[in-house]
């Protein structure tokens, strides 16, 4: 089974940057579609961006347009979101997902594969 590995979150003052790295093991990522998706206490799991198979496709939640940029690097078999210009609403748990298949998605149902989450905390 496709095992997915979350790392790169922290704390860091608004305005900052992190980038976050999906790792895979087990399997290649070379036929998945990878997503990241977010959740802040007490609200509902939100699709941030995703990535297609390829890498030839991308796609953001307006809120962090012109602000994040997902990649993939296939030979590493691992999937990055670099953020920047972090604000306190981007605060949460950040976790990717895997689905077969050469389109992404933002919404949750469509992935099967989940990572175990990494913390990203905006604050000063």
């Known amino acids: 089974q496709l095992q997915l590995v979350e790392s790169g979150g922290g704390l860091v003052q608004p305005g900052g940057s992190l980038r976050l790295s999906c790792a895979a093991s087990?399997?290649?990522?070379?036929?998945?579609?990878i997503g990241w998706f977010r959740q802040a206490p007490g609200k509902e799991r939100e699709g941030v961006s995703c990535i297609s198979s390829s890498g030839g496709s991308t796609n953001y939640v307006d809120s962090v347009k012109g602000r994040f940029t997902i990649s993939r690097d296939n030979a590493k078999n691992t999937v990055y979101l670099q953020m920047n210009s972090l604000k306190p609403e981007d605060t949460g748990v950040y976790y990717c997902?895997?689905?077969?298949?050469?389109?992404?998605?933002?919404?949750?149902?469509?992935?099967?594969?989940w990572g175990q989450g990494t913390q990203v905390t905006v604050s000063s």
């Open positions: 087990r399997f290649t990522l070379d036929y998945y579609a």
């Open positions: 997902a895997a689905r077969g298949g050469e389109t992404g998605s933002l919404e949750d149902v469509h992935y099967k594969y």
